[in-house]
């Protein structure tokens, strides 16, 4: 079928939503208010743990404006218990009320919920409601929860160890014992938060009279919110509708459903009123789920030459109080254990996974899932293991990748790595680098007494994930498709609908560079509409490095078959084979007789023309919707580089140059590809370098503002050189592979391992994010002193 | 409840005027009570800057301020930026370098770069970084302002 080579994919288009977001007509949660909307405020626990003996609510309902007040009872009552179900028996399943029931197990946990004529009102009211509590001992940390005289926080459950995971290839034992060197460390990164610019909020509004619940929220998956809050209140599917329009932010913080988004839904229905709750900054912090807080055991074996002879890891992560939806708590330390093996060949290996239940927010998804846990431990392993050596650490890694010849490649935790290029990204990040003339520099700079350090990380992710394995693992979920619908009007416009729900990746443009293609039109020809579950097909949202991969495929698909009925269409109308014909400027011509065409407009108006204008017996209408299932998913990969010089003075780590080298396949849109690598990598430094959430002895947040969890401003990230190789992926459709979270992934370990490059003289190595100058100082410690 | 008072402004060039109690938020009045929900609000204790607007000629930050200072005072907010239905030099120059992704910081950080350059025509990489750390971005990794700040200085400057 003669169709040209494509436009649009592969450029760099810049993006469609811009416009109406750099004008202020975004339409986001907080933009809407519609007639007799109630503001809602919150009312959360100051305890991290306690029982409530009594609620006293009348001084809030007292209170003029005030419409409503729901306890826990009240919830419970109109919606079932959130329940994040495993396949995995040894995944334990406890309940996360939507607001408290007769317990908090956090501090920051929603305990009561006022609705009010203003958000001012709603507040004050929160003020006046009284809680009896009766403190319990706080579970602190994972090591007082696994203390059998520890309290269990769910009493279900009969343990705080909710997750017990464990992945193994070979005899790691006794490759450990007989290799050449084995280095080990412990590891631990804390918790972290995703901070989205945009905090969480909701806006319910049901219909009585058909009885239909919308629900406009911060969500990225707007479809397994539908899906679940169907559930939860035992309405039929079609009358719930999700929308999740423009987001400000997502990094996995909005991809689990949250209490809010069920009690607001509750409070909306029984008011008959829409209700609409905007979380404040502190809320977020305190409520919206925190990532990592892992401590990782490792121990790596090499041969004398540095080839990996085994790998064996014990990942113990502090969960927080409650498993959340749909992800469960295994989300976390699974899939580190899942990725600790990266992209070497591996022998053999034994991965554990603990997840412990303590009194502090729940842990969630958040940009890497896991990984950037894991990137930081094998890489941090594979640099020891060359220093001990005396070998390069860029060397190291090259003796050990997956290479050409082991794709398809299985590793240790079962996942299939296809082709993909680890050597090749390596390679050109030490060129881009210069790395010789780098290392040149350093040792100049040492020589000057200065603490440079070069760190390099090497990663592959999952990305595109299908249906025959689970986003998390365990999860019996199942979200291995998106579909795709695009729709011709008769003037030849092109509308395209998705169930994915872009919060900033630019999927309108992609999707649209996309669907222009297949179907030969210009990209303004083509409007883009997802984040809404009444217009969209079936589909869950956007997370996990899938709507590129998966929505994309949709895409390519229905465009196939609309494309093969406008063949079908335009040789009929030019009375020629369709085989013949070819598609250019929005125009299908004869092969070869440019002068023999009809422009789309005229083939989409026959389309809805009737019988003269269709070949005999085709359908009227220009319309198709296709799903696509990726199956496995694919891989990305990439090497990160960073030259970082420590002040010896404050210990401040400055990051002098920052290479990413990463191959996502075929690329739709290399701006769009280097913003999602900026940005992530941005959030990586973060990670390495200055964002911790922090609780005390008695479980209470001490960084619950912007003032003490720090997100890096423009002044703290460097400028960023990023490359790109295209190896398209031999198991996706179009050869695209996910990649929206990779900059996350790699960032934390090159900045660790350029810090402990730097201070090598010194003999210290770098086991825990992130590394403020506070900690930098005590590690230097003395050790500094008469030494390089 | 407390009294409600008169505030007088003009906002994008247009004199409003409006009642609110003496504790509403200047950002919950310009969003709520004007219907301009292009100025954001991401942390309410000053530190973000998604709130930001041009008061009286100079950024502030609109979540930190209540609605009775503005009182008599010239507001822009980021719907005032456009001229002539096309996009302000700035707002083009974001677009060009990927200066935005979702979206939600943007209205501040466009207003915080416009202070920049209209204290510093042209500032250096560093000066514009320091420049917009006011507002804080989680999409961008701040590459794609830089650059688009750095791209729209030239023109900016020449329309002095």
């Known amino acids: 079928m003669g169709v040209n080579l494509p436009r649009l994919v592969g450029a760099r288009v810049v993006r469609r939503e811009d416009p109406r977001l750099l004008t202020g007509q975004g339409s986001y949660v907080d933009d809407h208010r519609p007639a007799r909307m109630l503001y809602a405020a919150f009312l959360r626990s100051p305890h991290a743990h306690a029982h409530i003996a009594r609620i006293d609510t009348s001084a809030a309902l007292a209170l003029p404006g005030v419409a409503a007040v729901l306890l826990g009872e009240d919830i419970a009552r109109a919606a079932k218990p959130v329940r994040a179900e495993s396949k995995t028996p040894s995944v334990k399943t406890t309940s996360f009320p939507p607001l408290a029931l007769g317990m908090v197990r956090h501090v920051g946990e929603a305990v009561a919920m006022v609705a009010a004529e203003s958000r001012y009102l709603a507040e004050d009211a929160v003020e006046r409601i009284v809680v009896d509590y009766e403190p319990l001992p706080v579970v602190r940390n994972t090591d007082e929860a696994l203390d059998p005289a520890s309290p269990v926080l769910h009493e279900e459950a009969g343990t705080n160890l909710l997750v017990a995971r464990e992945f193994a290839r070979g005899d790691v034992d006794t490759a450990l014992a007989g290799a050449a060197l084995v280095v080990r460390e412990r590891f631990r990164f804390h918790r972290h938060t995703p901070v989205c610019m945009e905090n969480r909020g909701c806006l319910a509004d049901y219909a009585t009279g058909t009885q239909t619940l919308t629900l406009r929220s911060s969500a990225q998956c707007p479809g397994l919110v539908r899906d679940i809050l169907t559930d939860l209140l035992g309405m039929p599917e079609h009358q719930v509708r999700v929308v999740a329009t423009d987001v400000g932010g997502g990094f996995g913080a909005k991809a689990s459903l949250y209490p809010e988004e069920i009690a607001t839904s509750v409070m909306a229905r029984r008011l008959g009123r829409p209700v609409k709750w905007i979380g404040d900054r502190r809320e977020d912090l305190l409520s919206t789920t925190h990532a990592w807080d892992e401590t990782v055991e490792a121990e790596l074996g090499v041969s004398r030459d540095g080839t990996i002879v085994g790998l064996r890891a014990q990942v113990t992560a502090d969960i927080g109080a409650y498993s959340i939806y749909p992800w469960t708590a295994a989300i976390e330390p699974v899939q580190t254990i899942s990725f600790l093996p990266g992209p070497y060949r591996m022998p053999t290996y034994r991965g554990r996974a603990r997840g412990v239940a303590t009194n502090k927010a729940p842990l969630g998804p958040y940009r890497g899932v896991g990984r950037p846990p894991a990137v930081f431990v094998i890489e941090g392993l594979m640099d020891r293991a060359a220093r001990r050596l005396g070998i390069d650490p860029t060397e190291i890694r090259l003796r050990n990748f997956i290479r050409d010849e082991d794709f398809p490649y299985k590793s240790p935790s079962g996942i299939v790595w296809d082709k993909s290029s680890f050597t090749g990204s390596l390679v050109r990040a030490r060129e881009a680098l210069d790395y010789e003339a780098t290392r040149e520099a350093q040792a100049r700079a040492r020589t000057a007494g200065r603490w440079l350090g070069i760190g390099v990380a090497s990663y592959v992710e999952l990305t595109g994930i299908g249906s025959a394995i689970p986003v998390s693992p365990g999860m019996p979920v199942s979200t291995g498709t998106e579909a795709a619908t695009i729709r011709f009007d008769p003037a030849g416009k092109v509308t395209a609908v998705f169930g994915v729900a872009s919060h900033g990746q630019g999927l309108e443009t992609t999707l649209a560079q996309i669907v222009a293609d297949e179907v030969g039109v210009p990209i303004e020809d083509v409007r883009v509409l997802h984040g809404d579950t009444e217009v969209s097909p079936y589909g869950t949202g956007t997370y996990a490095s899938r709507s590129l991969v998966l929505a994309g495929g949709a895409a390519i698909l229905a465009g196939r078959a609309i494309r093969e009925k406008m063949l079908l269409i335009a040789g009929h109308l030019l009375e020629a084979d369709p085989a013949d014909i070819t598609v250019a400027d929005g125009r299908y011509a004869v092969r070869g007789m440019p002068d023999r065409s009809v422009a789309v407009r005229q083939i989409s108006r026959a389309a809805y023309s009737g019988v003269r204008q269709l070949p005999k017996g085709l359908e009227p209408g220009l319309e198709a919707t296709k799903f696509y299932d990726p199956y496995y998913g694919t891989a990305s990969n990439a090497t990160h580089m960073a030259v970082v010089e420590v002040d010896r003075a404050t210990c401040e780590v400055k990051t002098l140059r920052y290479v990413v080298v990463e191959d996502c396949g075929r690329m739709v849109n290399p701006l769009i590809v280097d913003g999602q690598v900026h940005g992530g990598v941005a959030q990586g430094i973060g990670a390495a370098l200055l964002e911790e959430i922090v609780y005390d002895d008695h479980g209470q947040l001490l960084s619950g503002t912007l003032m003490d969890y720090v997100v890096p401003s423009a002044c703290e990230i460097p400028p960023m050189e990023v490359h790109h190789l295209e190896t398209p992926s031999p198991v996706t459709l179009g050869g695209f592979r996910g990649m929206g979270e990779g900059g996350t992934i790699g960032a934390p370990a090159a900045i660790a391992n350029a810090i402990a490059d730097a201070l090598a003289p010194l003999g210290i190595e770098m086991a825990e994010l992130p590394v403020s100058p506070e900690r930098l100082f005590r590690l230097i410690g003395t050790r500094a002193e008469g030494k390089a | ?160």
């Open chain 2, 1 to 160: 409840m407390a009294d409600i008072v008169t505030v007088r402004m003009t906002v994008n060039g247009v004199v409003h005027e409006g009642r609110c109690e003496p504790r509403k938020l200047l950002v919950d009045f310009i969003r709520e009570d004007l219907g301009l929900t292009g100025t954001h609000v991401g942390c309410e204790h000053g530190i973000c800057g998604a709130c930001t607007i041009m008061f009286n000629g100079e950024a502030a930050r609109s979540c930190i301020m209540l609605a009775v200072q503005a009182d008599g005072a010239e507001l822009v907010t980021v719907e005032g930026l456009m001229r002539d239905g096309k996009l302000h030099p700035l707002q083009e120059a974001f677009r060009d370098h990927h200066g935005l992704q979702c979206g939600f910081c943007t209205p501040g950080m466009l207003m915080t770069a416009l202070d920049l350059l209209r204290t510093n025509p042209s500032p250096s990489e560093r000066e514009i970084r320091e420049g917009i750390s006011a507002v804080l971005c989680r999409c961008t990794g701040y590459q794609g302002i830089v650059n688009a700040v750095r791209a729209a200085a030239p023109i900016l400057a020449s329309e002095r």
